[in-house]
């Protein structure tokens, strides 16, 4: 959409009047989904006056294939790091192409051509690697397939580019290399990227994925991005983008807002309002036929909202399971215990006169609340009056036979017992 939100990624947030934040992070994206256009995430954080890209996410719809990418700037991964990754990958026999000002291209699928060997002959002198780290300011990693669902060749692509955005180096792997290099292109960036995210002072990153063509890839992409940052949330998109009905919020729109705000409003026209701390989908219970019923829209400002919800109960445990999107994404489950039948009156009620007991409850409620942080929070509510432990009612039913026992036997001892002769008797 002729926005460059990521121009200002160094930016102190002042510049961009985005809301100071102090002691947590906050986490928001921008997404256009104009029909026809490609779509595109951009993950946003900021906190403690500055504001960071931590990765850039992207799905693009082309023809029959897709692509989805992390991107990262050098500055953040590293010069060393970036270094190691390249020489590792031209240590291969993999395509390799190389482009922008001064480069030289070339490529290859099994052997190496004249062109890729004078790029690899660039590259293996330090004095040039080194000036291309220095030029190179976006790293970026992507992985795209192309056919069908289930179908189609796997390729991994590593691309250095420079300010301009054209490439300086981009190596290719083929299918049968992809799974190995996405391991080692992750190993490789790890302990600086878990260092870049707390100096950031972000804790969890967000991910978005998406087309169905390429969900396989995506699921081991989601562990090794799992296994780079720890507590790692994935979140899913429709294949169509209807979740976000081309409303763009958060901290992107902002600066993209205060940098360019005729481009902003030629580009998405009304189709966005004013971003707020917002729940990115709406949350609902699931029902039996596999229907959710809303309980938070998506967009609304967590304001500690509560619902609650009340249900016929049953004998057996239930579980209310928690619900987000139409896609029916799992969030949260509440685990509901059984409501017993009604308790008999025992011999010592009638005895003792005791009323009969109350009857169980026919209907439970759980609680469902949406804190002002933004955090979910569900519970089943306790019964009003709990149940008699059986085991208990069960010892004074044997007390009561012991008793009666005694008694009965005390009456009859002085009728059987043995009768002793008198001497006149005698």
Known sequence: ANLTPLAVCSSPAALLALPATTGHRR????????????RVAVLVDWGAGALNV??????????????????????????????????????????????????????????????????????????????????????????????????????????????????????????????????????????????LLRTSGVDTAVVRGGMA????????????????????????ESEDGAADAGVACGA???????????????????????????????????????????????????????????????????????VEGPEHAHVLSVEVEGTPRRRRRSLLDLLMLRPPPPPPPTQREVRVALLQSGVLEAEAEADGEEEQDSQKGGWHMLLLLLLLSASVLGAVQPMVAPSVATPAQE
Not at 179 to 187: I, M, N, Q, R, T
């Open 27 to 38: 986490c928001e994206s921008w997404r256009s989904c104009a029909e026809g256009e490609p």
């Open 252 to 322: 992107a729109v902002l600066a993209a807002r205060a940098l360019q705000p005729t481009a902003l409003a030629e580009s998405l026209g009304e189709a966005w309002r004013e971003p707020v701390d917002a729940l990115p989908q709406s949350i609902g219970v699931l029902e039996e036929g596999g229907a959710a019923t809303t309980l938070f829209a998506p967009l609304s400002r967590p304001g500690h909202e509560e619902r609650r919800l009340a249900f016929a109960t049953r004998t057996e445990k239930q579980t209310i399971s928690l």
């Open 213 to 236: 063509a390429g969900r396989d890839s995506i699921a081991r992409l989601d562990g090794i991005l799992h296994a780079v940052l720890g507590d790692c949330t994935i979140h899913r």
């Open 54 to 195: 931590s990765l850039l996410s992207y799905a693009e719809a082309k023809g029959e294939g897709w692509r989805l990418g992390r991107s990262a700037t050098c500055e953040e991964v590293g010069g060393l790091a970036v270094d190691r990754t390249i020489a590792a990958l031209l240590a291969s026999k993999l395509e390799i192409e190389m482009g922008g000002s001064g480069g030289v291209s070339g490529r290859s699928s099994g052997g190496f051509d004249g062109g890729v060997a004078r790029a690899l002959a660039v590259l293996r002198d330090d004095g040039t690697r080194r000036e291309l780290l220095r030029n190179g300011k976006m790293l970026k990693h992507e992985l795209w397939t192309c056919g069908a669902p289930g179908g189609g060749g796997m390729v991994c692509k590593l691309q250095l580019s420079d300010a301009d955005g054209d490439f300086v180096v981009s190596v290719c792997l083929s299918e049968a290399d992809a799974e190995d290099v996405l391991g080692a292109v992750w190993a490789a960036a790890e302990g600086t990227l878990r260092g």
